[in-house]
């Protein structure tokens, strides 16, 4: 099996910073392409938040840019979030996602277990 791992939610007033960690690991993992991270507030769909590839690129949504920072260890298969001057409209649900290369040869994508970060005075 694949397992995503995520850590760093927690509560935080706004303007504040949290950083996410979410490591993926198994032994039938042979290459990550992609790293995603989604979140989901209370009533809302989910959405995407920030993307990496292995090759370094990225991609936010509107309402994060210059705010979040998504980064990617290669060696460790984990993706970071990154978030500053956060906002209460940031609270949501986290969610890490991974595109997976399998060694036997075939796709599919995992998700972690989501973490809640919490925006408020």
């Known amino acids: 099996q694949v397992q995503l791992v995520e850590s760093g939610g927690g509560l935080v007033q706004p303007g504040g910073s949290l950083r996410l960690s979410c490591a993926a690991s198994?032994?039938?993992?042979?290459?990550?392409?992609?790293m995603t991270w989604y979140r989901q507030a209370a009533g809302k769909q989910r959405e995407l938040v920030a993307s990496?590839?292995?090759?370094?690129?990225?991609e936010y949504a509107d309402s994060v840019k210059g705010r979040f920072t998504i980064t990617r260890d290669n060696a460790k298969n984990t993706v970071y979030l990154q978030m500053n001057s956060l906002k209460p409209e940031d609270t949501a649900v986290y969610y890490c996602?991974?595109?997976?290369?399998?060694?036997?040869?075939?796709?599919?994508?995992?998700w972690g277990q989501g973490t809640q970060v919490t925006v408020s005075s």
């Open positions: 990496i590839t292995s090759g370094g690129s990225t």
């Open positions: 198994g032994s039938i993992i042979r290459f990550i392409p992609a």
């Open positions: 996602n991974a595109q997976v290369t399998l060694v036997y040869g075939g796709k599919r994508n995992y």
